[in-house]
């Protein structure tokens, strides 16, 4: 498992109050963890070139309207190159408008096949973070979010989009 952060290690350490225990907890796991990986490039990332998972997972990319348009559509693009044959791709929101998240993943060559609630069950010890500004380390009410999910299918038609 790889784990990854926009974010530089000494930036998640200043910023985040569980960051540290956080990362030595996944060392301790045996995931690897990236520092510096933008969503809408990783697929060029010195440490992720060429590498390809079965599944890619990104939980509450929200930065605004305009800049997560261009995030989200940016990471289907890199997800695409980076994923397996009929691999999945799932995308959690809390706010989503569902046709044109279906949208930018179709014009990255994904097929949407479903969606669950997210639940934080799922993720022993997780407590998201606002992520941003001066309040980053405050949590956020995740209400009626829910885990997209898109395949790679590797016969898909070329349609023009």
Do not use: W
Not at 121 to 143: A, R
Request: with cysteine.
């Amino acid at each position: 498992m790889v784990a990854t952060s926009l974010n530089s290690k000494e930036y998640l350490l200043e910023k985040y109050s569980r960051a540290s225990s956080n990362l030595k907890e996944l060392e301790e796991l045996g995931c690897t963890i990236v520092h510096k990986v933008d969503a809408r490039t990783m697929s060029e990332h010195h440490f992720l070139k060429g590498k390809c998972f079965d599944r890619i997972v990104f939980n509450f990319p929200l930065f605004g309207i305009a800049y997560h348009v261009s995030v989200v559509s940016g990471f289907f693009k890199n997800a695409r190159k980076m994923v397996t044959q009929n691999g999945e791709v799932h995308v959690t929101q809390k706010r989503v408008q569902l046709m044109k998240l279906i949208n930018l993943a179709f014009k990255a060559k994904f097929l949407f096949f479903g969606s669950n609630p997210f639940n934080e069950e799922d993720y022993p010890g997780y407590i998201n973070k606002k992520g941003h500004g001066k309040e980053c380390d405050e949590t956020f009410s995740i209400g009626d979010s829910r885990t997209f999910k898109f395949l790679r299918d590797v016969d898909f038609p070329d349609l023009g989009v």
